[in-house]
């Protein structure tokens, strides 16, 4: 049977450090580190919940150092009629459970030097 409502599939973007054994495939210890991201327009309940999700199933699945990213497009230039709906309560809940919530990720924008910088730092360290 197929279960109704929203599945959750997988983030937009996993980057996985270390694994040079291939055979091992995506057993822990072929990891030294895990970069999981989503992107993101609108922030809300039901994102945060998707978010949840995705942290529970990496948490429990893999033991090596794993950061959580949500980076906030700027909708705006891509369309300008769009109303910009980013929860603060879900930003909270986000970040009291780990995760990197940064604003105006697009390029050329400052969120953009953030985003790359905050990945770089992470998986470089």
Known sequence: FMKRG?????????????????????KEKSFSKIAVIDAKIKLGDGDVRQLLAYKSVFDNAFKCPIKYMVALLSARPLCPSLKINVSDDARR????????VIDDVMPGREGERVFVEEVRRFLLS
């Open 93 to 100: 809940i986000l970040e009291g459970n780990g995760f990197e």
């Open 6 to 26: 929203r599945q959750y599939v997988m983030p937009d973007l996993v980057i996985f450090k270390g694994g040079k054994d291939v055979e091992s495939g995506f």
